[in-house]
């Protein structure tokens, strides 16, 4: 794979926690500006994947390429390029909105820090709450949040471990015009989730992660909803 | 520098929100001075003798309290993985939390001091640069270790247990010098009259704050 044309290149990368082997030789490549999604069940390896790619594990074997810096060998290269956004909002509940924002821009460097985090703020659209604490917030406002918290610094490259957990049917949507924004910005992105319909509709490929293993691989076009249901559940059946 | 301060700022702000460390600081070190003074009563003549001991057994017992929260608070919203994904030296993490605790440890030792000096009607303070150049450097040792060890025991079910059990045993040269070192400037007698205490003090801070701030970046991942 040219790393000129890729984001993320992933050659042959095991993980494996004692005995419990987490991924089995994961080969991956993601264009600059493509949105991939990873599906598959729980236990599957997605959140282990996002791990490793966001450096707060190191591979067991292989090969892991972000953005052109091996996340072994440059760790913090990596860390500067990259926004990761959990289904845990990684934010302190102890502060408000805006102390949040302005404490991690000032982790990343970033500068005029303050006007940056109320822009964002305002964009995420919590403006009115940019004062109040954050635990005093809804999980729909945390996650908004969490999007100001994880391009504060402009990544070229976003990392979503099931994002979507816990938001209602309103808070799911918001969050998805979000990701849609966020994706119309050409970053590349990387996304796990085990809900087919939220992660089709966005993708511009696709990939089931079953057992450690990258089982099914395709672009996202012309892939119906239905006949994808078909293909993943045959595959986690198996 | 900056990153360090703004770890910094944030603990010092929670706690001034939270309000979690202090109290339960400051109420353990009160209930413990509360205890010895009636221990001992108003007997003058044991208090020079018996007072290091107990200003440590406070410090150390009541700085615990507050080290096991310092990392329980990163773990809350899992908080931690945000400073984690963040291009910062995990050393600077580790700094940022150790000056945190070191004020809030420092300001609960101002506290222990004052109500000491209240319950037992003793001056302790006859040479006070001396007694806080010691009280400095114990707590140099006590709090880089218990940070540390806080980050260890943060992802164990028994936290609040582990915490001591692995702290104590490592920091005794810290407070049996301590200890000893205080003993002597109560007395009125030169700090040199301590044997190596004082040395051993330094040499423990500047030994266990490398060790630490190393080994800090592999005790946090995985």
């Known amino acids: 794979m040219e790393s000129t044309e890729f984001d993320i290149i992933a050659e042959g990368v095991t993980k494996s926690f004692g005995n419990i082997q987490a991924l089995y030789g994961i080969d991956l490549g993601v264009r600059k500006g493509e949105f991939l999604t990873v599906f598959g069940p729980n236990g599957a390896g997605k959140t282990t994947l996002i791990k490793l790619l966001a450096t707060l594990a190191k591979p067991t074997s292989g090969r892991l390429i972000v953005a052109n810096h091996d996340i072994k060998k440059e760790p913090n290269r990596v860390r500067g390029l990259i926004g990761v956004i959990s289904h845990e909002p990684y934010l302190y509940g102890n502060l408000s909105a805006l102390e949040n924002i302005r404490f991690f821009a000032s982790l990343y460097g970033v500068s005029q820090a303050e006007e940056k985090a109320v822009d964002l703020i305002k964009r995420v659209g919590l403006e009115s709450r940019m004062h109040d604490l954050v635990r005093t917030f809804s999980r729909g406002m945390q996650q908004r949040l969490a999007v100001a918290r994880a391009i504060i610094h402009e990544p070229k490259i976003l990392l979503l471990d099931e994002p979507y957990t816990g938001l209602d049917q309103h808070g799911g949507r918001i969050f998805g015009d979000l990701l849609r924004w966020l994706k119309s910005q050409n970053r590349t992105i990387i996304m796990t989730t085990h809900s087919l319909t939220e992660g089709l509709g966005i993708s511009d490929k696709v990939a089931i992660l079953d057992n450690g293993k990258i089982i099914y691989e395709s672009d996202a076009d012309g892939v119906e909803i239905a006949r994808f249901k078909e293909i993943y559940f045959e595959i986690i059946k198996a | ?86 291009p910062i030296d995990r050393s600077y993490i580790f700094l940022g939390k150790m000056i945190g605790n070191m004020i809030f440890v420092f300001i609960v030792e101002a506290i222990i001091l004052q109500i000491f000096v209240l319950f037992f009607n003793y001056n302790l303070f006859v040479n006070l640069p001396s007694l806080l150049l010691v009280i400095l450097l114990g707590t140099v040792g006590f709090v880089s270790v218990g940070t540390l060890f806080s980050a260890m025991a943060v992802n164990t079910k028994l936290r609040e247990v582990l915490l001591p059990v692995l702290l104590f045993p490592i920091i005794v040269p810290v407070i049996v010098s301590s200890v000893k070192l205080i003993g002597v400037i109560l007395s009125g007698k030169p700090i040199a009259k301590a044997g190596s205490s004082l040395q051993i003090l330094i040499l423990f801070d500047i030994i266990f704050l490398v060790i630490c701030t190393v080994i800090f970046e592999y005790v946090i991942e995985e």
Request: no cysteine; aromatic share 18%.
């Open chain 2, 1 to 86: 520098m900056k990153k360090i301060w703004a770890i910094v700022w944030k603990d010092i702000i929670i706690e001034l929100r939270t309000k979690e460390l202090f109290s339960s600081m400051f109420v353990f070190a009160l209930l413990i001075i509360l205890i010895f003074s009636f221990t001992f009563g108003f007997s003058v003549e044991f208090i020079p003798v018996a007072a290091p001991g107990i200003l440590w057994v406070a410090f150390t017992f009541a700085g615990v309290l507050g080290l096991s929260r310092s990392f329980a608070i990163e773990k809350e919203w899992n908080s931690i993985l945000g400073l984690l994904i963040s």
